[in-house]
């Protein structure tokens, strides 16, 4: 008999139908119950990590306390839940067979042929109940990536199928999440798809305990009565997922539709108090009746494909909640940025924030939008590698250190601002090897930042290899540009600023990663609380 209760969320028809979506909502009501929730994200590619994967291909690189380098949706669980996720929250089949082989090679199979079943099947069940034997957590749902029917997330169904035999009843259930596509030519919903999907899971031995059907249309009580008798589910284990206006509307229609209190049923679990959500509607209400409105410069290398920059989208919402404000955030490819078109480019932005990246693609870009914020009073946030051009931008604009760059992107570069950790030097591979998850930070008293976090001690989440080069401190806090935040072991500059702008700020680190709805970031709150301030400064001086 198990402790801890299991609710494992797949996908048919069509993938990004919004699987994490459904779980962190359903993760969220089941908290607002006060059952200690948790989920898990099993993605079937081969990679061991998405840490090297190209953003076009899998949106942002999540990183978690740990260092785990893991998939977007674990970001979406934290900003739902406020609780902390690890290495165990996240597994891809690559881990799975990398220690599989590891096993092997150790001699721990007794010399037995390696194989799917029972090896890789057993290694994946172990991976998904790690948090449930925690004793941390009554209810863990696990997300399985990629669509039912893919030969991929065979291995994962199978396990699932194992897993729910052996948990026995009422300790384990299949969420399964659908489309009910709108035909316009005919004029109704069809249910075929759903049904084939369903078909397709109980050839695999699965049965659907709840279906959610996205939708762009209401679906009417016959159809959910169709679905329920040819998919083999109760009428009210039918639930609509219809669009939302945003993400955050969802745990609300998931109460509305009663898909909490099905689960718990189904789950033999008690469905005695109602959801406590006060604070979540109190953050929608001020999210959908801002006061005012700002306009913020994205300025990055993947913006074609707005998950590249999922986390920092999600902090401008909570942030511009925390001060009733609508940020619209306009995306900039800094590849297309030049000496030439930067004024236009930019004109019209009340703030500006230089994003994450690798390589040298779109760099020059990145240092005329902090040329153009620093010279024309724009609040200023750089991240990471938008702190890195900061710096690059003060050394050569104002220090007057012409060819000043980073390492990564001029290895021949006179003035190396930025560079190569010494630890990092010799290192060859790519994946897992920078500096990852959570690094404390001291912040100098009377800074900025002190003033915005409220604190002189932090620690945030890191995600790269190159650092600020301590050589050139000196110089460029003498000409303006201070150091205000360090890391207590090392002595590396985790954060820049300059105390005579209205609001520049770099940090070397990814604050976007730790903001939730419950505790928007206080970096992104206090940007954007310069941005309006200062946006209304200008304007009360123009109509004066």
Partial sequence: MSETKYIFVTGGVTSSL??????????????????????????????VDPGTLNPYEHGECYVTDDGAETDLDLGHYERFLNVRTSQANNVTTGRIYQSVIEKERRGEF????VQVVPHITNEIKERIQILGKSGDYDIVITEIGGTVGDIESLPYIESVRQLLWELGEHNGIVIHLTLVPF????????TKPTQHSVKTLMESGIK???LVCRTEHQISEDIKQKLALFCNVRKEAVIQSIDASTIYDVPILMQEEGLDTVALEKLALPNTTEPNLDQWKEFLQRHKNPKNKVV???????????????????????AGAANEVEVEVRSIHSEHLTV???????????????????GERGIEGKVKAVQYARENDIPFLGICLGMQMAVIEYARNILGLEGANSTEMDKNTPYPVISLMEEQKSIKDMGGTMRLGSWDCHLKEGSLVEQVYGSTDIAERHRHRYEFNNEYKQQLEEAGLVPSGFNPKTGLVEVVEVPAHP????????????????????????????????????????LA
């Fill in 18 to 47: 919004g699987k994490g979506i459904i779980a962190a909502s359903l993760a969220k009501l089941l908290q607002a119950r006060g059952y200690r929730t948790t989920i898990q994200k099993l993605d079937p590619y081969i990679n």
């Fill in 340 to 358: 030439k078109n930067v004024d236009k480019k930019l004109m019209g932005l009340d703030g500006i924030l230089v994003a994450p990246g690798f």
């Fill in 208 to 210: 659907a305990d709840i």
């Fill in 183 to 190: 035909l316009s030519a005919a004029g109704e919903l069809k």
């Fill in 110 to 113: 007794l010399g037995k042929t």
């Fill in 296 to 318: 913020i410069g994205l300025i990055g290398k993947y913006v074609e494909l707005p998950d590249s920059y999922k986390s920092i989208q999600e902090a401008f919402i909570h």
């Fill in 503 to 542: 609001w520049f700020v770099g940090v070397q680190y990814h604050p976007e990663y730790k903001s939730t709805v419950a505790n928007p970031h206080p970096l992104f709150v206090g940007f954007v609380k310069a941005v309006l301030t200062q946006k209304q400064k200008q304007n009360n001086a123009s």
